[in-house]
């Protein structure tokens, strides 16, 4: 009875990438020691000194003590020879190939990194912004506006006259919030981002022109009033930092990925960063409601321009998508934004 083992594949030698097609001739699966045959001649003996692991189909590689590589797809050659010597690689395919125990091991894995995206990143964003120096504040701030104008943002169409009223206005929130970061205020028009408004780490603030062509006076205002307390409350700072732990675990999972993917991650981390968290959202309408009380102003305006926001963006087909909160949301659904507003004013003394 035959027993040699024989493995068919390409050898390497020693201190060469050139591969000639061979075959490991080895007298019988307990031994390390064999012969590798190519080209109707035979090698020097050769010893075996390491067998890579099983993954799936790939090739494996056969490491020999001399500095040369044997390379063979023959997976069932090599896990009869490990098999036989007690090695630790056949025991790494047979986890592998235990396919329930893959399947939890990957659903414990996608709700590790959910948990951490929607509880882990935030926690240590808003500790983060806590300790940002404002200048670094600036710098960001800088950076997310550059990127916003590079992709979404073309000059304003507005005129100038309506672009001072909204100002005036603005400088008077600003004052009634108390706050000392560097208020900005920019008009742009938004193109495919429509009527929108966004906050920016250190005080810039830009609304579309969409926006203003949307709502009243007083309902952009009203607008203005909620950018205000996202700046107050530092939430765009810690969306930033939210947008960084997403790129981070991006990178850890998919390893690098490149120029154009860091291209595209930069600015959807931008975009994450925009979309404040239900809870930012909440706090910010609160204040936004408060503020726009204290200049003399119409709290119940921050109502109605959402509705009028929603009713744009998401048209008859998505309403009731936009109304109710998914437990993975970012913005609560209109109708818990609507509830929680009407709370917010009916607490106003």
Same mark, same amino acid.
């Given at each position: ?7 068919? /594949? ?11 097609? $061979? ?18 001649? $035979? ?14 189909? *790939? ?11 044997? =390379? ?48 882990? *990143?935030? *926690? ?51 004052? $009634? ?5 560097? #208020? ?9 981002? /429509? ?45 930033? #930092? ?7 675990? =991006? ?36 204040? /936004? ?20 926001? #929603?009713?744009? *963006? ?36």
């Amino acid at each position: 009875m035959d027993e040699r083992v024989i493995i068919e /594949g390409n050898w390497l030698a020693r201190g060469t990438s050139l591969a000639h097609s $061979a075959r490991l001739v080895l007298a019988h699966a307990n031994v390390t020691a064999g012969i590798v045959e190519f080209d109707d001649a $035979a090698s020097e003996p050769v010893e075996i000194e390491a067998v890579s692991d099983r993954i799936g189909t *790939v090739d494996r590689r056969i490491e020999m003590t001399d500095g040369s590589v044997f =390379v063979t797809s023959d997976n069932a050659a090599i896990d009869r020879l490990t098999a036989a010597r007690g090695s630790l690689f056949s025991r790494v395919f047979s986890l592998e190939t235990v396919r329930p125990r893959l399947f939890v091991f990957a659903f414990a894995a996608v709700v590790m990194v959910a948990g951490l995206l929607r509880y882990g *990143v935030p *926690v240590l964003a808003q500790v983060a912004a806590w300790a940002t120096p404002i200048e670094v504040a600036q710098v960001m701030d800088a950076s997310a506006r550059n990127t916003l104008e590079s992709l979404f943002f073309s000059p304003s169409k507005l005129e100038e006259q309506t672009k001072g009223a909204f100002q005036a206005d603005f400088e008077r929130l600003v004052e $009634a919030s108390g706050d000392e970061a560097n #208020y900005t205020l920019l008009f742009r028009d938004g193109g495919r981002l /429509g009527p929108n408004a966004l906050a920016l780490p250190a005080g810039t603030i830009v609304v579309t022109d969409q926006l203003v062509r949307l709502g009243t006076h007083e309902e952009v205002v009203a607008v203005l009033a909620h950018e205000v307390a996202h700046v107050m409350h530092d939430h765009s700072l810690q969306q930033l #930092y939210r947008a960084f732990g997403f790129a981070a675990l =991006v990178t850890l999972i998919a390893g690098d990925i490149g120029a154009a993917g860091e291209e595209i991650l930069g600015g959807g981390g931008v975009l994450v960063a925009m979309a404040a968290s239900r809870e930012m959202e909440e706090e910010a309408d609160a204040e /936004g409601v408060r503020l726009v009380q204290t200049i003399g102003g119409n709290p119940t305006a921050l109502v109605t321009v959402l509705d009028k926001i #929603y009713d744009a *963006v998401c048209g008859d087909v998505a309403r009731d998508v936009c109304e109710e909160t998914s437990w993975w949301s970012t913005h609560p659904g209109a109708k818990e934004r609507r509830e929680a507003l009407r709370a917010a004013i009916d607490a106003l003394p």
